[in-house]
């Protein structure tokens, strides 16, 4: 059975290096199944770590964070004009985002429902271009701060290519700056303001502003030119289910894809599609380094491997949904040896356990 190991120790070293670089609060993005770590497990150990605050940005993980957090921050990053979003969001003492009039007169109404005033981010759309007032938007972002059911206790944006244009982030947080000055001119106090997200912490300076909201950094895997050592974290692993040996000219797999050109020893990995193993890019940011690197691979017909006893062995006959065959031969791999794959942990099925050791 396949299940995806994380290193706690090299998550404790991740997550007390970043606190260390943000020199300040950090809010711990747990989106995406904990970025593929598991919610429940990743959030634990920022909460272990000191972790105060999180975000996520679907309000079905609400129920979840619920359960295993006391009196921690938790930001919705979704501005939704969805009337049972919003009650989600307000019921459970969340902060949700305000990026549209509209989705504050939504909030507002729900808050009125409830007798109850709802805290809330007001978002600045600096050019990623989804949830966000744009800063010529400026009047409808104000008139927010006047609605009677809702309490602003902070303000944040997202960059859009800090990964690769540390000019281009600056400019955002310069363009953010400028406009929750002019907000702070017209309505006083607006709370805690935030932008920087992984790369933008690793990439750019004097991004860190009141809080950084980090997730994929915590894992290691997130494009940096940083010099900052982050432990690469995930492993997919599973025991080698069965080995058998084919004569030559023996085809393997679907449609025979393969053929074997000398006696060959095959090992059985139940690792396939279903788990993850090639169905999604290997770096977790899109980069055209990444992009024309894929092609160049694809030129050169270049195979995916399976690591066995800490050996490199390449697969052969393609990838199955539950199993795939790998190249031993000369090997003395036998049925139970431990066989790992490196990939994404947001290409790992959420159903794969995650287990930290």
């Not at 920022?46 to 295993?68: M, N, R, W, Y």
């Not at 600045?124 to 104000?142: H, K, Q, V, W």
């Amino acid at each position: 059975m396949s299940r995806y190991v994380i290193d706690k120790k090299g998550l404790g070293e991740n997550i007390e290096l970043i606190k260390e670089m943000a020199n300040g609060e950090v809010i711990g993005v747990v989106k995406g199944n904990g970025y593929g770590f598991g919610i429940k497990e990743f959030t634990l150990a920022l909460k272990e770590h000191g972790i105060k605050a999180f975000a996520v940005t679907e309000v079905s993980d609400i129920p979840v964070l619920k359960e295993i957090l006391d009196n921690e921050d938790i930001l919705v990053m979704r501005s939704t004009c969805v009337e049972s979003e919003a009650k989600i969001i307000a019921e459970n003492d969340c902060i949700a985002t305000i990026g549209s009039l509209a989705a504050a007169e939504m909030m507002n109404k729900i808050g009125a429902e409830l007798e109850k005033k709802v805290k809330c981010h007001l978002k600045i759309d600096t050019g990623m271009g989804r949830y966000g007032f744009l800063p010529s938007e400026i009047n409808d972002a104000i008139k927010c701060y006047s609605l009677p059911n809702l309490e602003f206790i902070g303000a944040y944006t997202h960059f859009s290519s800090a990964f690769r244009n540390s000019e281009l982030t600056g400019a955002q947080l310069v363009l953010f700056k400028d406009t929750m000055q002019q907000i702070k001119s017209e309505v006083g106090e607006v709370g805690t303001i935030h932008a920087a997200n992984s790369p933008a912490l690793l990439n750019v300076e004097g991004v860190c502003l009141d809080a950084v909201r980090i997730g994929s950094a915590f894992t290691g895997r997130v494009i940096t030119k940083s010099k900052a050592k982050l432990n690469r974290l995930g492993v997919l692993e599973a025991e080698v289910v069965d080995v058998k040996t084919v004569p030559a000219g023996y085809s393997i797999g679907y449609n025979g894809t393969y053929t074997t050109k000398r006696e060959t020893k095959i090992a059985i990995v139940p690792i396939g599609h279903y788990d993850g193993f090639g169905i999604g890019k290997e770096k977790e940011l899109y980069d055209f380094r990444y992009v024309l690197s894929v092609f160049k691979a694809f030129l050169k017909k270049k195979q995916m491997y399976v690591r066995i006893n800490g050996e490199f062995h390449y697969v052969i006959g393609g990838i199955g949904l539950s199993h795939t065959a790998v190249d031993i031969t000369g090997t003395d791999i036998k049925p139970g040896d431990l066989a790992t794959v490196d990939i994404s942990p947001l290409m790992v099925n959420p159903r794969i356990e995650r287990v930290y050791k």
